[in-house]
Nanobody
């Protein structure tokens, strides 16, 4: 079965960095685009970044452009989110996502807290 397992979250001070990882299994990883979403308390889940099958094309939310970088390693079946210059407003649960129609698949989420 499809599994997406995130790791790498934690508590970091403003201006710091974190690298999230999402290990995928149960499907042909290099055949699907991958995305990271986040959900802050009391807010809707929002798309943070996406990456194409081969990793050539990436897209970002305006709020993270220039600070976050999404990448993937198709040999390791893993997608990453490098987060730099973190701000308190980046605090959220971050989810790995893949759309394999007709279903959407989500990881369990990893908490990122940016606070001094």
């Amino acid at each position: 079965q499809v599994q997406l397992v995130e790791s790498g979250g934690g508590l970091v001070q403003p201006g710091g960095s974190l690298r999230l990882s999402c290990a995928a299994s149960g499907f042909t990883f290099n055949s699907y685009a991958m995305s990271w979403y986040r959900q802050a308390p009391g807010k809707e889940r929002e798309l943070v970044a996406s990456i194409s099958l081969g990793g050539v094309t990436t897209t970002y939310a305006d709020s993270v452009k220039g600070r976050f970088t999404i990448s993937r390693d198709n040999l390791k079946n893993t997608v990453y989110l490098q987060m730099n210059s973190l701000k308190p407003e980046d605090t959220a649960v971050y989810y790995c996502h893949s759309r394999m129609l007709p279903k959407d698949y989500w990881g369990q989420g990893t908490q990122v807290t940016v606070s001094s």
